[in-house]
């Protein structure tokens, strides 16, 4: 329901109040009392108008523009994806990999996901509170695939995480960062 078409009910309630104390005057004026709170609720009304007026519905073809976006970066990422970049990774010590992953993780995923993984960061997108899955989750199998979780974190969702892999993180970052998930989100 608009917000104007709230408040413009509300003026109609006050304005049926204000006609009723025309029939039963106060003794503090009586009709100047009633004219005041007519004036008030004349007011109300003309503010409610105009928010029902610049209260517009949803562009839906700049929707439908947004999620055509979205895939299209989603299906860009896809393409870019490769696998084997993972396999030709130099080696780093394993300490090495946890503390370069649990420093992104903490800069670029907490704010969704959360400090824990739950998938209660609480970040808002768009005007909607996104609220990913928890990695502690045990149904959601993709992320116990060690390739298939870089490749989330690569390519991203249309729903509203980032296409890391073509927006700032290089592949050394996102195996960093998957390793960190998969040893101390999930397994941890």
Known sequence: MHVGALVLGGAAALLVGAIERIRDP?????????????????CLILLAVLMVACDRPPDDEADRARERRAADAVRLAD??????????????????????????????CAKCHGPEGRGDGGFVFQGDTLQPRSFSDPDWERIRVPMELRRMIYVGTAEGMPHWGIRGLRV??????????????IEG
């Open 172 to 185: 050394r970052d996102v195996d960093a960062v998957a390793a960190y998930v998969e040893r101390e989100l």
């Open 79 to 108: 393409e870019r994806f490769d696998p084997v970049a993972f396999e030709e990774l130099e080696p780093l010590r394993p300490e090495t990999v946890q503390e370069r992953g649990r420093v992104i993780y903490e800069v670029s």
């Open 26 to 42: 106060d003794p503090f004026g009586g009709t100047m009392h009633c004219l005041l709170s007519c004036r008030s609720v004349g």
